[in-house]
């Protein structure tokens, strides 16, 4: 990972003093942070694509923390929001939470729990990224396949062997047998197990494993 690449703390608060503190504080364990006076500002400058987290304050000039929070899920945005407030309430602690808000502390916070929120946030959307992205490629993989691969795919799935599966489709054992070594080599499985770990729940989805 790249210096750019780490990840990195996004920090909205309006107060300046808070800012500089918890920028501070969180640079002690080596993590980047953007701060953030104006929410808008945020909004329209974050970069969607990091790794890392967000810590948002709930109540900050013309638009708050909350309508801040609701804005970045409905534009997609993935990585863990942590919400700071100096005026806490069960109402508004469960409207964070309704909201999409991975953690909810009350200031002033303290130190050690922030930054333990922080490394297990960060590390939970590291672990969110890799997810997708193994995601994305076993389906562009998939996708590689043709009618008939995806068919002898789905016997295998089942368990049954060439040549059960040559009688299912009427075909020989010795042509299923280059079926199964192509969508092997397609789908670059080293085992039948990781090709049925990886591969089974596409074969369920449909042809085009659009439910996965």
Same mark, same amino acid.
């Given at each position: 990972?790249?210096?750019?690449?780490?990840?990195?703390?996004? =920090?909205?608060?309006?107060?300046? *003093? +808070? /800012? $500089?503190?918890?920028?501070?504080?969180?640079?002690?364990?080596?993590? %980047? !942070?953007?701060?953030?006076?104006?929410?808008?500002?945020?909004?329209?400058?974050?970069?969607?694509?990091?790794?890392?987290?967000?810590?948002?304050?709930?109540?900050?000039?013309?638009?708050?923390?909350?309508?801040?929070?609701?804005?970045?899920?409905?534009?997609?945005?993935?990585?863990?929001?942590?919400?700071?407030?100096?005026?806490?309430?069960?109402?508004?602690?469960?409207?964070?939470?309704?909201?999409?808000?991975?953690?909810?502390?009350?200031?002033?916070?303290?130190?050690?729990?922030? =930054?333990?929120?922080?490394?297990? *946030? +960060? /590390? $939970?959307?590291?672990?969110?990224?890799?997810?997708?992205?193994?995601? %994305? !490629?076993?389906?562009?993989?998939?996708?590689?396949?043709?009618?008939?691969?995806?068919?002898?795919?789905?016997?295998?799935?089942?368990?049954?062997?060439?040549?059960?599966?040559?009688?299912?489709?009427?075909?020989?054992?010795?042509?299923?047998?280059?079926?199964?070594?192509?969508?092997?080599?397609?789908?670059?499985?080293?085992?039948?197990?990781?090709?049925?770990?990886?591969?089974?729940?596409?074969?369920?989805?449909?042809?085009?494993?659009?439910?996965?």
């Amino acid at each position: 990972m790249t210096p750019d690449q780490s990840p990195v703390i996004q =920090l909205v608060d309006d107060d300046a *003093a +808070v /800012r $500089q503190a918890l920028t501070l504080l969180i640079g002690t364990i080596g993590l %980047r !942070v953007q701060a953030w006076s104006d929410p808008t500002d945020f909004l329209a400058g974050m970069d969607h694509a990091a790794i890392g987290a967000i810590v948002l304050d709930v109540r900050m000039p013309g638009i708050g923390g909350l309508s801040v929070l609701e804005q970045l899920l409905a534009n997609g945005v993935d990585q863990p929001v942590i919400m700071l407030t100096g005026h806490g309430t069960v109402d508004m602690c469960r409207r964070a939470f309704k909201a999409g808000a991975a953690e909810f502390l009350e200031k002033p916070v303290d130190d050690e729990l922030l =930054l333990e929120t922080l490394q297990h *946030a +960060v /590390r $939970q959307h590291v672990r969110t990224r890799e997810r997708r992205q193994a995601d %994305r !490629v076993t389906r562009e993989r998939f996708a590689q396949l043709s009618g008939r691969e995806r068919e002898v795919l789905a016997f295998i799935v089942e368990g049954l062997t060439n040549k059960q599966i040559g009688r299912a489709l009427g075909l020989s054992p010795r042509t299923v047998e280059a079926h199964r070594a192509h969508l092997f080599e397609k789908l670059q499985a080293p085992s039948l197990a990781q090709l049925i770990r990886q591969y089974a729940a596409l074969v369920d989805a449909g042809p085009g494993g659009a439910a996965a």
